[in-house]
């Protein structure tokens, strides 16, 4: 009989010590780290703004050299958004419990360059170009992202999904145009030409807004302290520009002989040579008729009705929000 007890009490001795083994095994780690990096997609197209007098078009012109008609010969509307691009993040994350965690994610995100704005022109009857414009995009952005995790908790292989809001701490959207036309000198015979190019860049400032995302994914235990994750990530965050400067300007005219390429005179402009309405620029959500817009050009300068201050401009609307993928690790503490 001493023995039968002595027997059960190792059996109990012996259950209760792996209980407590399993128990201490699977205690969530409270505090993990995780580093990923990912590539998002465009879900939610739309046209893209003006690039100051272009709108958002592919346009191809031909032009009659004696008349100095235009006609279009196809136009295309851009359309698109700024969500498609690469990601890269770091995130502070609590265990709360088995089930819930709270996590906040610091992301890098840069898009790919989108087409905003292309015009070609063509001497009619002829592939000979007369001008053209095009202008690319791409946004820099660095947010906050706070959210909340739930899971069943598995140890191995373990499903989740999380939500929350997007907090976009510091952006940047930049243009760059490059521009070119040929164009004929008032007193000189046809073989003597202006050729004019253009190199811009811009720099447009956002207001502050707030987005939200939401991610399906998994976690697989490596080790103890080590997982990997691969998730599924949907935001959705939408930009309203608040201002705009061009940082870079390189604009070079020459006069060339065409019949031996002589450069006859050469005359430049540069960033410095901007009016203060043709390097700044304020986004408004009204023009009337006290706004500071065009009134017309000498050359390639842009006058205003107030050349000395910022010119204003209609508010613009962008998506950096996207559906994309994140593959990364978690380590636990």
């Known amino acids: 009989m001493d023995r039968i007890h002595l027997t059960l009490s190792a059996v109990m001795v012996l259950f209760f010590a792996s209980t407590s083994l399993t128990r201490a095994q699977t205690t969530p780690t409270k505090f993990y780290l995780k580093a990923a990096g990912g590539y998002f997609f465009s879900v939610s197209p739309g046209q893209f703004p003006d690039v100051g007098p272009y709108p958002p078009r592919d346009q191809h012109n031909s032009v009659n050299p004696v008349t100095g008609e235009t006609t279009v010969i196809s136009e295309k509307v851009l359309s698109g958004s700024y969500g498609a691009g690469v990601r890269g993040g770091l995130t502070f994350g609590y265990q709360m419990n088995q089930y819930l965690a709270l996590e906040g994610t610091f992301n890098y995100y840069r898009s790919k360059e989108n087409l905003m704005t292309r015009n070609l022109t063509t001497i009619e009857g002829t592939n000979t170009v007369a001008g053209s414009v095009e202008s690319r995009g791409y946004v820099n952005a660095v947010d906050f992202a706070p959210s909340l995790v739930i899971s069943p908790g ?180």
């Open 154 to 333: 598995y140890e191995k292989f373990n499903p989740y999904v999380r939500f929350g809001l997007v907090v976009p701490l510091w952006g940047k959207m930049t243009i760059e145009t490059d521009a070119a036309r040929t164009s004929a000198v008032p007193g000189q015979p046809a073989a003597v030409v202006a050729q004019t190019t253009i190199h811009r860049k811009e720099k447009i400032d956002p207001h502050p807004t707030l987005g939200y995302q939401g991610a399906l994914g998994a976690t697989y235990a490596v080790s103890r302290r080590l997982d990997i994750f691969l998730e599924a990530e949907y935001r959705n965050v939408a930009v309203k520009s608040k201002s705009k400067e061009i940082t870079e300007y390189d604009e070079m005219t020459r006069v060339v002989n065409t019949t031996n390429g002589q450069v006859i005179s050469e005359q430049s402009r540069g960033l410095s040579d901007l009016s203060t309405a043709e390097r700044e620029t304020r986004y408004v959500t009204t023009l009337d008729q006290n706004s500071n817009t065009p009134t017309g050009t000498t050359g390639t300068k842009t006058n205003y009705k107030d050349d000395n201050s910022p010119a204003d401009e209609l508010k613009s609307y962008i998506n950096i929000g996207g559906l994309g993928a994140n593959l990364g690790i978690r380590i636990k503490f």
